[in-house]
């Protein structure tokens, strides 16, 4: 038996920090303020994705190159939101961009991440996947593929 430490599974590619993501009871209200705070833009484009049941906005900070901001607001009483923001909403999840999506889930399955929410179509990244997971840090990260699949 060795005493050496298991060997840290290895990232499949590189993820890349895109965007911050915040529950608000309403974007259009938040979302001037917001910009403001952080020195960003907003350009009024408000998403309904019917899927993940949430409305969603995007604020580009000063940089270009730094992650957005996600302004995320429940689309329903249905909406998977919804109890975040009776809490008092606000910082909601990270979101990572990963080359494969589905090594990328591998890869938290295997430091004991969840995976809450399979891959699925999403209307703001236009049909490129994201998919869903809890770290058992309770740290909740949403991951978009890169680039789109090919069907």
């Not at 005493?3 to 920090?17: I, T, W």
């Not at 190159?65 to 999840?93: K, T």
């Not at 991440?113 to 770290?135: K, Q, T």
């Amino acid at each position: 038996m060795s005493n050496e430490p298991a060997a840290n599974p290895c990232l499949p590619s590189q993820p890349k920090l895109h965007h911050v993501g915040f529950v608000v009871a309403s974007i259009q209200q938040s979302a001037p303020s917001f910009a403001e705070s952080v020195g960003g833009t907003w350009d009024g484009k408000i998403i309904f994705d019917p899927v993940q049941k949430v409305c969603v906005s995007f604020l580009q900070g000063a940089n270009g190159n730094h992650p957005m901001i996600e302004l995320v607001e429940p689309g329903g009483r249905d909406s998977p939101v919804s109890r975040f923001l009776e809490r008092g909403g606000g910082l909601h999840h990270l979101c990572y961009e990963v080359d494969d999506l589905e090594s990328h889930l591998a890869f938290c399955k295997s430091v004991k991440n969840i995976v809450i929410r399979p891959p699925v179509p999403a209307v703001a990244f236009g049909g490129r996947r994201i998919a869903w997971a809890i770290s058992r840090k309770r740290l909740l990260m949403e991951f978009l593929e890169r680039y789109a699949t090919k069907q």
